[in-house]
């Protein structure tokens, strides 16, 4: 009990808010939009509690489900994104991943932005697939993934600048 | 039993995740395989409200778009009282509405959504003030929806740009009839679907809603052709139509509560049990 766990509420709460109130409301070309709530799911912490973690995104995507109408794609999404996070991070930290010394909270190096752009793709394509729900829009569901991805990925790293704690 | 234990201790996550992810996709299925079961829906009390509030501080940024709407509705239904001596003009308009003025519930948009393949849109009207799933949505141009879900306050609605809505539709002018789908394509255009291969159709003619349908009264404005396409499977015309609605864009909305169609329900139904 102590400030990880607060500055992880206080994060869902307000990553939540923002993808509501703001980037709901952001439509590119009518059907692309940034989906930056998930960097609570690639935010947490490294050492955290997996379990927590899996319950918490599941909430997550539950609650965005409910204010998009969307049945379970969103949970769903962010379920499977959870649990692959582990694998992500040893593929795209290698060796250092065992020390436990990494932060995502911070400059981005190819290292952070592989992760993320993973991270962003997986959670996009099983998004898409269950919105879509039949194969015969596949080339779509593949354009869809794609653009969504980039706007997520640009405003994500633009959201990790900007809450980025400052240490000189 | 020792290793039965072991093994649910050694593999929590996974079997947390697997239940999870269980309980979300049994959502999703329910949610795509019949609209009717949703269980996760915007008209709840939570997000209906949280919609509401932001809806109060949105709505002035469409002021202009809204009045220029209404402006255009008055003059309309002012050209309709002043000419009344053109009394095949007021027997048309009365025939449109079909329906009692006292049947008409205005309410206003508080959500919509147009960027996905199954769109939906929440209405701040709902079982308080008489609206029942079935009843149709239609504003001043022509239909918007179709009343999916409701709490006391909210409502929810399958609008026409859903891939599982489908609409009872006809040509104006020669009355033959086809269903109204969306491809999931663009947010301007619905497609008509199983037009005989009889029906001349043309570009620009006007679509509007059959009869055959209890949900909506016929003769409410859907759109013009745009495209005629010959399908190659079944011989049957499919006809790509720019809608009046600009759907990216709704405000006030009229709900069509029909007391009709469950008297025309209940007959169907007793004529099917016997």
């Not at chain 1, 980037?23 to 009518?30: A, D, E, H, Q, S």
């Not at chain 1, 599941?58 to 379970?72: A, E, P, R, T």
């Not at chain 2, 072991?6 to 959502?27: D, P, T």
């Not at chain 2, 199954?118 to 701040?124: D, K, Q, V």
Request: charged letters at 15%; a positive charge.
């Amino acid at each position: 009990m102590n400030s990880t766990l607060l500055t992880n509420i206080l994060r869902f709460v307000l990553l939540l808010a923002v993808q509501i109130l703001i980037f709901n409301n952001m439509t590119f070309l009518g059907f692309i939009i940034p989906l930056p709530y998930l960097l609570f799911i690639i935010l947490f912490p490294v050492n955290g509690n997996k379990s927590g973690l899996l319950v918490a995104s599941f909430l997550l995507g539950i609650i965005m489900d409910v204010f998009s109408n969307s049945g379970g794609i969103h949970a769903t999404a962010c379920l499977t994104l959870a649990y692959l996070r582990p694998s992500l991070f040893k593929f795209a930290f290698g060796v250092s991943y065992e020390y436990q010394t990494i932060k995502l909270n911070d400059v981005l190096t190819p290292e952070r932005f592989s992760f993320i752009s993973l991270a962003v793709l997986i959670h996009h394509f099983t998004l898409f697939l269950l919105e879509a729900f039949q194969i015969s829009f596949f080339l779509d569901l593949l354009i869809r993934t794609l653009l969504s991805a980039v706007f997520t990925i640009i405003s994500c790293i633009i959201i990790i600048y900007l809450i980025k704690p400052n240490k000189k | 039993m020792q290793q039965i234990f072991n093994f649910i201790f050694k593999n929590s996550n996974r079997l947390l995740f697997l239940l999870l992810l269980c309980v979300s996709l049994l959502l999703t299925i329910q949610s795509h395989s019949f609209h009717k079961s949703r269980i996760i829906s915007s008209a709840n009390f939570l997000s209906g409200g949280v919609y509401e509030r932001i809806n109060n501080i949105s709505e002035y940024l469409n002021l202009k778009t809204e009045n220029e709407a209404l402006a255009l509705e008055n003059a309309r239904l002012k050209s309709i009282v002043f000419n009344t001596k053109d009394t095949l003009a007021l027997q048309k308009f009365e025939k449109i509405k079909g329906v009692d003025p006292k049947d008409i519930v205005v309410s206003k948009v508080i959500h919509n959504s147009y960027n996905v393949h199954e769109n939906f849109i929440t209405l701040n009207s709902g079982s308080l003030q008489g609206i029942k799933p079935d009843m149709g949505v239609i504003n001043s141009l022509g239909i918007i929806g179709i009343v999916d879900k409701t709490s006391p306050k909210y409502s929810t609605v399958v609008s026409i740009l859903n891939v599982k809505s489908q609409i009872n539709a006809k040509i104006k002018k020669s009355n033959h009839f086809g269903s109204l789908i969306w491809n999931g394509k663009s947010t301007g255009f619905v497609q008509l679907v199983d037009v005989p291969r009889l029906a001349s159709v043309r570009k620009g003619d006007t679509i509007v809603t059959g009869g055959q349908s209890v949900i909506f009264p016929e003769n409410i404005n859907i759109g013009t052709i745009h495209k005629v396409y010959i399908d190659n499977k079944t011989n049957y015309y499919t006809l790509d139509i720019k809608l009046f609605n600009d759907m990216t864009n709704l405000g006030h909305v009229y709900i069509i509560k029909s007391e009709d169609r469950e008297e025309l329900n209940n007959l169907e139904k007793r004529t099917k049990d016997e």
